[in-house]
């Protein structure tokens, strides 16, 4: 199953849009900035 690789920041809001949106797709987060 491919993985799509996000560049976001550590925003609770962005964070729990992303995981909605991606809630059936597998996937990798790597945060910007830290």
């Not at 199953?1 to 995981?19: G, H, S, Y």
């Amino acid at each position: 199953m491919p993985k799509t690789v996000l560049f976001v920041d550590d925003n609770p809001v962005i964070l729990k849009t992303i995981e909605l949106a991606f809630a059936k797709e597998e996937y990798t987060l790597l945060l910007a900035g830290n």
